[in-house]
């Protein structure tokens, strides 16, 4: 049977760099883009070449967006910690609710938080959590990509039992899906001393898998560190061999200008700007090197940034820059929308341009809507003006899991679910957190 055929017709695309090229027809199949072009014979929706056709002449189409750190299955903790410093966002909130966690929390919240996120045009994630079968199964369900590091905390009494489960679980689901990949995932550095850092990033060596982890998040944790090693979040890092691999860092805000000449090739960074400002965490040396760091931009949890929109976190981290550094001039739209473009790179999926062969992982976007009309120029309006509702299609692996501004899974029952996780957390209350720092 020929296979399925999909035509982007007469669409405006805007590359991973920000360029437009007007009246391109993309064609699509096994997933894949397979052309694209000007309008030509073979591409004449009568030609009874494709199974779906979607008119885009009023639409412009862009690589999906990627989210470089998240804790998806915290969306249903969303609003829960308000107003609070990091120190008790962690010990006070969270740790006590997420101590009573239980599996299907984890898959419904993470099934949330895939549906927020393929609203904003977010095909692939980053995710760093624990109960790491239901987080897999979640993704499965929804058609999203995502490249899943299950937690490991160094501190845990069971840590070694933990680093062996963990290890099973990759080799059992190495293969499941084309849609998914898999990290190591330390908590950090500060959770993860020494000895057990170096057995975790061994581990990931002997498994042939990369690594994600917090690094130098706050300034207190650098300070932390060095009084109680001598030696940054980073140096520590360094010494356990993690900069062999691909390392996603989630932060590293506070990293120092010793600790650059440190990080490796593929190191990648994952920052979240939301959460800085919402927590008060400054902005830290990360924001004045950027332009040396290989980075894109992540969401963390919603339990501290409350939105999982990567663009969002793009325009935070432009608005940031521009205040922090009292200047107009910097964090420029085209360099903040390659940055945005770039997390692609961090992951396997061979995703992040509209080129043949590349993965179908794209964005249909109506800019004809109040907020976002005129278009003088289409890269502002998504970074500046630009809501969830401009998403018109989401397509993951050549399949829609958005369509006409609507998701294709069952929005109603998830948002049911939802509310009963909602109920049974509250009514179970916090228990004893099981780390501290
Ligand atoms: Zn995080």
Known sequence: ???????????????????????????????KIVSVGAPSPDTDPASGNFDRVVDCDSYYVTPGLTNLHCHCAMNIFKGIAEDVDADAWFNERIFPYESKLEAEDVYVGTKLGIAEMLNCGVTAFVDHYFEEKAVLQAVLDTGIRADLAPTVFGTAPNFEARLDEVSDFFEKNRNVSGRVSFRMGPHAPYTCPPPTLKRIVDRAKDLKLNLHLHVSETREQVEQSLAAYGK??????????????????????WITEDDLPLLGPDTWFGLCPKTYEKLAMGTGLVFKKHEQLNFSFGTDGAASSNTLNTCEQARYFALLGKFTENDPCTYLTNDVWRALMHGHQAFSFHSGRIEPGYAADLVIWDLKKPNTWPVYDPVTSILYSSEPSNVLYTMVDGVFLKENGKLVMDEAALLDEGAAIQKKILARGQGQAKVFY
Request: glycine fraction near 8%; charge should be negative.
């Open 232 to 253: 940054t979040p980073f140096v520590m890092l360094a010494e356990s061999g993690a900069f062999d691999l691909n390392v996603v860092i989630a932060h590293g805000l």
């Open 1 to 31: 049977m020929a296979s399925k055929k999909i035509l982007l017709k007469n669409a405006s695309v805007i590359t991973e760099t920000g360029e437009i090229l007007k009246n391109r027809d993309i064609v699509i199949a096994d997933g």
